[in-house]
């Protein structure tokens, strides 16, 4: 009997240590690979990034920045969610994705990369506009 409440104890106590030591988290990543809906924070980092924009000057890079991300039970306006957009056809095409935006949406843009912050210039915010940001 005593065998057994120890093993079973050592059991208890080896799946306890095993939940929790689990895998941490990955990190938000720092590049954006092409089109789609990332979550700022959880997919992605915060930042300035930059894309080489549209390889086909027939097409441009549409971007937003979201406060929200709409679910199926969000009727009306599809445009009330967005913080800033810009559809442009010039290269390269630069954002600022920021802490408090919820999400980041591209499409026709190419893959964007975190850009180092500029050096603090003393005027309006890390080195000037972005984007739509006005």
């Given amino acids: 009997m005593r065998a057994s409440t120890l093993a079973i104890a050592g059991a208890v106590a080896s799946a306890a240590t095993?939940?929790?030591?689990?895998?941490?988290?990955?990190?938000?990543?720092?590049?954006?690979?092409?089109d789609g809906l990332y979550r700022v924070g959880v997919d992605i980092t915060p930042g300035i990034y930059q894309s080489a924009g549209p390889t086909d000057p027939a097409h441009a890079c549409f971007w937003e920045?979201?406060?929200?991300?709409?679910?199926p039970q969000d009727?009306?306006?599809p445009n009330q969610?967005?913080?800033?957009?810009?559809?442009?056809?010039?290269t390269p095409v630069r954002?600022?994705?920021?802490?408090?935006?919820?999400?980041?949406?591209?499409?026709?843009c190419g893959r964007w990369v975190l850009m180092p912050p500029?050096?603090?210039?003393?005027s309006y915010?890390?080195?000037?506009?972005?984007?739509s940001e006005y």
Avoid: C, E, Q
């Fill in 95 to 108: 954002v600022m994705i920021k802490s408090t935006d919820v999400a980041f949406k591209a499409t026709g």
């Fill in 118 to 122: 500029p050096p603090n210039t003393g």
């Fill in 75 to 77: 009727h009306g306006d």
């Fill in 18 to 34: 095993l939940l929790a030591s689990g895998t941490a988290a990955a990190a938000p990543a720092t590049s954006i690979p092409g």
């Fill in 81 to 90: 969610y967005i913080v800033a957009s810009d559809l442009t056809k010039h």
């Fill in 125 to 131: 915010g890390p080195g000037g506009l972005f984007g």
């Fill in 65 to 71: 920045r979201l406060w929200k991300i709409p679910g």
